[in-house]
């Protein structure tokens, strides 16, 4: 190791403003995409219809969930050592998921079968055998994790290479989809392009990393680009029109699902921009060759953007004026030098956004039934001011929630634990 490199990277506070931005976006991305949840007798339309990447925050979950597993745990595990692994993911997910499933079940009035409670107290809810209630819809992605902490046991224990496990996986998730393209295929595939993303953060934590201070211009940029990235990701545009392609021209393929069975599989083409963002903020080294796929990375949107250039005037492309304005903000401040006043701004910023990090799993477990809980309420509806109103709103409940459930009642239940 030299002074300019290390192999186990330390704690990262940094990431802390990274896992806030994804919680929120999340919570933005379900405000608007749910329309009149929040607010039964209005959405907002033009610019601020904008759909924030709620989608593609949980692929950057699952690629930092893997991220920290593989940064916390650098040996291989042992056998000896796979209770502790185990009290310590049950303690840090489990107390509060059962929390946050109450939440959505009493919002619903407790209308749901026993079967269906059931199923989600054991993280069984998916889509072949028990959907998972709406009233807190976000808390599929938990049944992922749960299921990718459990395979990385054997796999730690057997010394598999990270980057071998996310290949296979994405073959695995093909091969699946191919031969079965409904039902249990499908749901395989599925599983397998998530474990494939979290698999790529767990192998991000085997690389070399920059003792060097962060430059947190660089970080800022890197959150604008998550912000903007979901409608000028060029290679979610190529796979959905191939996408579109062999539905209409089967060659022989049974694809007459897969305009519904390829959503996850698309996922993986968000896999770059994801690990893009990531590697920011964990202060991977990159050579010569790494820092031209970055750079590749960040102007490749230019070729969507121009889109909108050239068709002003088309209905949609207003909803589009906040990611074209956070790529421009973003790419300049990738590629241009950083002054002294812009890095201090950048800091500042990213120190600001620390405390919801801290907070990001309560966020993201605990928002979904307070919307469902306004929509049910009429009064003060129908217009942009009570939308406004509705926002502020949830995100002072949600904060707060979240904050309780972090701080107050997770530490709780540790200190009774261990």
């Known amino acids: 190791m030299t002074n300019r490199t290390q192999l186990k990277p330390s704690f990262n506070i940094q990431l802390e403003a990274l896992r806030g931005v994804a919680a929120l976006l999340v919570v933005w991305h379900h405000v ?186 660089k970080l800022i940029s890197a959150l604008l680009l998550f912000v903007c990235i979901e409608p000028f990701n060029l290679f979610l545009t190529i796979g959905e029109k191939l996408t579109q392609f062999f539905t209409q021209h089967p060659l022989g393929l049974n694809v007459a699902r897969w305009p519904i069975a390829i959503v996850r599989p698309l996922d993986l083409l968000t896999v770059p921009y994801a690990a893009f963002i990531v590697m920011q903020f964990i202060h991977v080294r990159p050579n010569r060759a790494m820092k031209l796929i970055l750079l590749m990375l960040q102007l490749l949107p230019l070729y969507t953007f121009k889109y909108i250039v050239q068709h002003p005037n088309e209905p949609q492309i207003a909803a589009l004026v906040i990611p074209a304005v956070c790529y421009v903000v973003s790419t300049l401040l990738f590629l241009l030098p950083s002054s002294l006043v812009v890095e201090k701004a950048s800091q500042w910023l990213i120190h600001n956004m620390i405390p919801f990090g801290a907070i990001s799993y309560g966020i993201y477990v605990i928002h979904f039934p307070f919307i469902s809980l306004f929509h049910q309420i009429n009064w003060f509806s129908g217009t942009a001011a009570s939308f406004v109103f509705r926002s502020v709103l949830l995100l002072v409940l949600t904060l707060a929630a979240s904050y309780l459930l972090e701080k107050r009642f997770q530490p709780w239940i540790k200190r009774r634990l261990f």
């Open 32 to 217: 608007i995409f749910h329309r009149f949840q929040l607010d039964p007798n209005y959405m907002p339309t033009g610019a601020a219809a904008f759909n924030a990447p709620g989608h593609f925050a949980v692929m950057v979950f699952f690629l930092l969930s893997g991220y920290v597993i593989g940064a916390s745990q650098r040996e291989p595990l042992r056998v000896n050592q796979v209770g502790m692994y185990l009290k310590k993911r049950f303690t840090r997910i489990y107390p509060i998921y059962l929390l946050a499933l109450l939440a959505g079940l009493a919002v619903a009035g407790f209308s749901y079968s026993w079967e269906v409670v059931a199923a989600h107290l054991i993280f069984a809810n998916n889509d072949v055998l028990t959907p998972t209630i709406f009233e807190n819809n976000p808390l599929w992605s938990l049944q992922h994790e749960v299921l990718f902490y459990l395979l990385f046991i054997p796999l730690s224990i057997l010394r598999a290479r990270a980057w071998l496990v996310a290949i296979v996986s994405i073959l695995l998730s093909i091969l699946c989809l191919s031969v079965d393209p409904t039902g249990t295929g499908a749901l395989v595939s599925r599983y397998c392009v998530g474990f494939a993303i979290w698999s790529t953060g767990w192998a991000l934590a085997t690389v070399h990393f920059s003792t060097n201070p962060p430059q947190y211009t």
